[in-house]
């Protein structure tokens, strides 16, 4: 048996209750029916697990490891290295010239002082700055085996770049 509206819609029945939103038909009762969830919302918590994400790289990246036995000083990049062993330690620092960075005419002369920050410091060691894109120099000093900091002073004309590193780093 068909039964029809007096639009001439039929009307179907079956044996499941009726659900709250279907008891409406006029959509007088919007109460009872359920709100709509969002489509986007699956987005939002991407978009919020990405934000969480960033700024948990970015409080580790700049207050936990923070890079400060590398530098950059009048376009050289600078980094300092322990190299340890049983009877000594040496405490060196890498010059390199960036790739398509290069010098001007001019000579220019970079002074190192290693120390430990206390007792132990070195009398200024100086050399000249790499010149040609790529080019590395490495100065290096025999530091106390007992220090538990490494720190290399750095000057090129007026610029001063300081480069501390931990024994324990293990980069």
């Not at 990405?50 to 530098?71: E, K, M, P």
């Not at 000083?73 to 040496?90: F, K, R, W």
């Not at 894109?133 to 000093?141: A, I, K, Y």
Request: proline share 5%.
């Amino acid at each position: 048996m068909s039964e029809h509206h007096d639009d001439g819609r039929m009307i179907y029945h079956s044996r499941k209750p009726d659900q709250p939103w279907q008891r409406d038909q006029d959509g007088n009762q919007s109460a009872d029916r359920p709100r709509r969830r969002s489509r986007n919302r699956s987005l939002v918590i991407i978009l919020i697990d990405v934000a969480v994400i960033l700024l948990i790289y970015a409080v580790v990246s700049t207050f936990i490891s923070s890079d400060s036995w590398r530098g950059t000083i009048a376009g050289v990049e600078a980094e300092l290295h322990l190299l340890s062993s049983d009877q000594n330690n040496v405490w060196e620092v890498r010059l390199t010239r960036r790739r398509g960075a290069e010098a001007g005419p001019r000579t220019q002369i970079v002074t190192v002082v290693f120390s430990d920050g206390e007792s132990f410091e070195t009398e200024p060691i100086m050399d000249v700055v790499p010149q040609r894109g790529g080019e590395t120099r490495v100065l290096d000093t025999v530091g106390p085996q007992h220090a538990a900091v490494v720190r290399a002073e750095l000057t090129v004309n007026s610029e001063v770049l300081l480069l501390e590193r931990r024994p324990g780093d293990s980069r």
